[in-house]
T-cell receptor
Framework: GQNIDQPTEMTATEGAIVQINCTYQ??????LFWYQQHAGEAPTFLSY????GLEEKGRFSSFLSRSKGYSYLLLKELQMKDSASYLC????????????FGGGTRVLVKP | DAGVTQSPTHLIKTRGQHVTLRCSPI?????VSWYQQVLGQGPQFIFQ???????GRGNFPDRFSARQFPNYSSELNVNALLLGDSALYLC??????????????FGEGSWLTVV
């Protein structure tokens, strides 16, 4: 089976940095997704990591350690519009686009 | 190019009724999956269809069914609605059946409220 854990909620100040951790247990690993979801909207793709290390995309970076079953999403220079839920997800190996999601981390950015 | 489109966007049903939700994948995408997202939780996998055949099923009762048409669009049907079926239903589209690193795209979802 698969199990994904991430914190429920985080609060940060505009301009600051926030790190959202995700730990996973899966019988077969085939990469890890991060999605952003604003309230009432669909998830939108942020990143996909399949190899260990840090991948940077502008203000957002994602890190993966396969040996530790651990990933994090780093949000830099926080903006008010970054207030959203951030979902960590892993695809079940050889099962197409069946994703197992964590419960999501709600990030609240304060002025 | 149009993204993943879903209809209806919002609907209200009464307990015991039936509902049909529709999804059109991105042009050229042959795989469609359905997810249920209850408020405050992550999406839960319901079905995957590829080339008009069911390729995966999540832990949902038989009241939930789906199908995929020759044009790769899909319908999700839920019978005998319960209050607990109130959720955002998401459709996800991707190019292939097997995961190969391609990105999965979500539609805007259909908000179902059961009263």
């Amino acid at each position: 089976g698969q199990n994904i854990d991430q914190p429920t909620e985080m609060t940060a100040t505009e301009g600051a940095i926030v790190q959202i951790n995700c730990t996973y247990q899966t019988s077969g690993f085939n990469g890890l997704f991060w999605y952003q979801q604003h309230a009432g909207e669909a998830p939108t793709f942020l990143s996909y990591n399949v190899l260990d290390g840090l991948e940077e995309k502008g203000r957002f970076s994602s890190f993966l350690s396969r040996s530790k079953g651990y990933s994090y999403l780093l949000l830099k220079e926080l903006q008010m519009k970054d207030s959203a839920s951030y979902l960590c997800a892993v695809p079940l190996k050889a099962a197409g686009n069946k994703l197992t999601f964590g419960g999501g981390t709600r990030v609240l950015v304060k002025p | 190019d149009a993204g993943v489109t879903q209809s209806p966007t919002h609907l209200i049903k009464t307990r015991g009724q039936h509902v049909t939700l529709r999804c059109s994948p991105i042009s050229g995408h042959k795989s469609v999956s359905w997810y249920q997202q209850v408020l405050g939780q992550g999406p839960q996998f319901i079905f995957q269809y590829y080339e008009k055949e069911e390729r995966g099923r999540g832990n949902f009762p038989d009241r939930f069914s789906a199908r995929q048409f020759p044009n790769y669009s899909s319908e999700l049907n839920v019978n005998a609605l319960l209050l607990g079926d109130s959720a955002l239903y998401l459709c996800a589209s991707s190019l292939y059946r097997e995961y190969d690193g391609n990105t999965i795209y979500f539609g805007e979802g259909s908000w179902l409220t059961v009263v």
